[in-house]
């Protein structure tokens, strides 16, 4: 365990200590030595058409009389410190001294997005210490979008540490984050996304919304701090401060342990905090988790010990290594879903589960849309011991729902499960008459930011949008309008026998789903691949055909989407966008007919898979070393997910820059053509391919935009890559590949543009 591991004082002892340690009126001076720092930065306040940066600044600095922190720290003497990356000296309210450091920020900034809190609460100073922050987001794996910063030269024995944090309210996404301190265990915690009004609230554990933690009894001369969001939400700290204490944590270590041989009864004794609260664990020695004696032991609320026990230990003859004491484990175990195909279906629970009991299959009943009853053959843990997947005797029927009931589970701290213990699922449908299915995801490039109407310089109908591509190639183009004879003008003509359904909203944001014809003009923002995608795969298709785009900007393979076989292989966590994307899908086709009526009774197929992801794990080494391994579990596992062992999947891949690739983007592009090719990756022959989009390229000077991450907003480019996407999908749809012998799907973006798909 690490000595400087860190706890949060349960809400008692926190009330406790706030008794002890009460805010100081207007007249008093602290008795204790603080160092209190706002952070501020550059905001932006409109006023008619002037954007004014400068009113904006003023309105979240502190002044000097201003009395703002939380309970038990409110003080006068605030620092104000713009954020940006840099060293500040700091000065305690005392006098004494220490330096700030900000390493690492992906930006700062009001929290508004451009623009004030209201009025109310402009004067408030609480509320002005918690608009400005640094921000940190999920990033590529190395770091490079956290908020890290760190206090050195500290020179306080021991003190307790507050964080201030604020979260763009444009860009709250779920409101969560993780804060990590010198280099100890991940703190989970959820912010509140609302406007600051100045009212403070702690945040005691991951799920009760927020704005500042307390950490107490720390003793090390330096302080790091890394602070990260969970997806693109902008959250960071807007505020610190460090105040003097009585004492430091002692090291976590067992002093004393008494074994009685006769009865195995285990005493033991550390040295403890006054206020905390411990979990008295040992190691589970094939998984290497920690299997609790007891989740929640208060520490002695006087003495520099305490002691637990006598009891009964779960191994014969224990020495004082056999056990641990770190950190407790207040949280219950839920159960967050079930789904399943073929004889699989796999339960996934918040926490890791109790390998005797996860593993008997007489724990679950799985019964079937009607009543009757699936036997369950066998039970095993995959990835990890948070997901259960079970074996029935007999194949799970299609479009049908299966109701899966737990019995006796508990976790590795013998927590039963909290709330449900029964789950429902769907499977999925496979009628090949019904409505075809593509799933397209990835990150910003398949949300897309194709140009439809203005060119280079912002020029209506200029080159590099879809619009000058209409009017200069009205032989490739002209088919997309409603009026080819008047392409300056003509409105763009949409695909009625293609639909699509996206929720634009991050996860745990308000829905904002678009449905309707696929066309150019479905978002505001510019169009993605789904343009040219859909155009491919329509003209194929009798059926009707549905997209369903699940993606979302500034999202990595290596973490963000990272696969369940990729966490069992390589380590990591299942990558929550991965989940959602399955769950969005499940949404639409689960109420199908509510979502589509015209389709009401028809039955579905997932059809296909296409994916335009990469530039996140192209930002460092690691993460694109590890790009071929991560795309080819995705893949293994989408199919598995969705009950396709041959689902089709076509990629785009990462093609910016044209032929002139950087060392990391090269490896990336490299891996997305990899997996088409059978000689690397025989098991995906005939069933994946990928794109070459290098020569869909176009300079920033034939371009919209100076964007070299979204192919410089070019309108061609990114009808070009959806194309390619769909054509290369068909291909595969009418070569209905076996396993054996099936032709290789891999081919150059040119030969694809060139060749001409017939409708079945």
């Not at 285990?266 to 094939?286: K, N």
Request: glycine share 10%; hydrophobic share 35%; charged share 20%.
């Amino acid at each position: 365990m690490n000595d400087r591991r860190l706890f949060t004082l349960p809400r008692t002892a926190a009330l406790l200590l706030t008794l002890v340690m009460a805010a100081p009126s207007d007249a008093e001076r602290p008795a204790r030595d603080i160092f209190s720092v706002n952070f501020y930065a550059y905001g932006r306040q409109h006023e008619g058409d002037v954007w004014r940066e400068e009113s904006a600044q003023q309105t979240v600095r502190l002044e000097p009389d201003d009395v703002a922190g939380a309970e038990g720290f409110a003080t006068r003497g605030w620092q104000n410190v713009f954020a940006r990356i840099g060293t500040t000296a700091i000065a305690s309210s005392q006098g004494s001294s220490a330096n700030l450091r900000l390493i690492r920020q992906r930006n700062a900034g009001p929290r508004q997005f451009a623009r004030l809190r209201s009025a109310a609460s402009h004067h408030i100073p609480n509320a002005k210490m918690l608009e400005a922050k640094s921000n940190g987001t999920f990033d590529p794996g190395d770091g490079s979008l956290h908020s890290v910063f760190e206090v050195t030269d500290i020179p306080f024995a021991a003190y307790d540490f507050v964080i201030y944090l604020g979260i763009n309210q444009a860009q709250s996404g779920n409101g969560r984050g993780t804060i990590r301190i010198n280099g100890g265990p991940e703190r989970r915690f959820t912010m509140i996304t609302a406007e600051p009004d100045g009212t403070l609230v702690e945040i005691t554990d991951r799920t009760t919304p927020g704005n500042h933690i307390v950490f107490r009894g720390h003793s090390d001369p330096t302080l790091h701090v890394e602070i990260r969001g969970d997806g693109f939400n902008h959250l960071g700290p807007s505020g610190i401060q460090i105040i003097e204490a009585d004492r430091a944590r002692p090291p976590l270590e067992i002093t004393d342990m008494r074994h009685n041989p006769t009865t195995r009864e285990v005493t033991l004794t550390w040295r403890s905090f006054p206020g905390d609260t411990y979990g008295i664990y040992r190691m589970d020695e094939d998984e290497g988790l920690p299997v609790f004696i007891n989740p929640l032991v208060e520490a002695h609320p006087v003495a520099e010990s305490t002691t637990y026990g006598p009891f009964v230990s779960p191994v014969p003859n224990p020495g004082r290594d056999t056990f641990r004491v770190g950190q407790p484990d207040p949280y219950r175990p839920v159960l967050e879903r079930a789904w399943g195909n073929n004889r699989a279906i796999s339960v996934t629970f918040s926490k890791p589960m109790a390998r005797q009991v996860a593993l008997d299959p007489s724990n679950y009943v799985v019964t079937r849309q009607g009543g009757s009853r699936i036997a369950v053959e066998s039970a095993r843990f995959h990835p990890r011991r948070e997901t259960v997947v079970l074996t029935t005797a007999e194949p799970l029927a299609l479009d049908t729902v299966y109701t899966v009931t737990l019995n006796r589970l508990v976790d590795l701290a013998g927590y039963a499960i909290d709330g449900d213990t029964v789950a429902q699922f769907r499977t999925w449908d496979d009628n090949p008459d019904g409505v075809q299915v593509f799933i397209l995801s990835g990150q910003s490039n398949m949300v897309g930011r194709g140009s439809r109407e203005n060119g280079h310089g912002d020029v209506p109908g200029g080159i590099g949008s879809l619009r000058h591509m209409a009017v200069s190639d009205p032989a490739k183009y002209a088919r997309l309008l409603v009026d080819p004879g008047d392409p300056a003008n003509s409105p763009w003509r949409d695909r009625t026998d293609v639909r699509l359904w996206w929720n634009r909203a991050d996860i745990g944001g308000r829905a904002n789903i678009t449905k309707g014809y696929v066309g150019p003009d479905t978002t505001p923002t510019g169009f993605g691949p789904e343009y040219g995608f859909g155009w491919a795969v329509g003209e194929h298709f009798e059926q009707p055909v549905l997209l369903i785009k699940s993606c979302w900007g500034g999202k990595s393979l290596f973490r963000e989407f990272r696969p369940p076989r990729a966490v069992a292989a390589r380590g990591g966590e299942v990558g929550p966008y991965y989940v959602e994307m399955i769950a969005q899908v499940r949404q639409v086709l689960d109420h199908l007919d509510t979502e589509f009526p015209e389709w009401a009774g028809r039955g579905y197929r997932i059809a296909g898979f296409g994916w335009h992801q990469g530039w996140n794990d192209c930002m460092n080494e690691p993460t694109a070393a590890e790009y071929e391994a991560n795309l080819a579990d995705f893949i293994r596992d989408i199919r598995d997910e969705f009950g396709r062992p041959d689902l089709p999947v076509s990629i785009g891949a990462t093609g910016h820059g044209g032929f002139d690739q950087r060392p990391n983007f090269a490896t990336v592009l490299q891996a997305q053509l990899a997996v088409a090719d059978p000689r690397r990756h025989p098991e995906f022959a005939g069933t994946v391919f990928t794109a070459d989009t290098r020569p869909f390229w176009r300079d920033v000077s034939v371009s919209p935009r100076n964007d070299v991450s979204h192919w410089n907003q070019n309108g061609e480019s990114f009808f070009l890559i959806g194309e390619s996407m769909g054509r290369g999908m068909v291909e595969m749809l009418i070569n209905t590949p076996s396993r054996h012998g099936a032709r290789a799907a891999c081919c150059t973006a040119r030969e694809l543009a060139g060749s001409r798909i017939p409708a079945r």
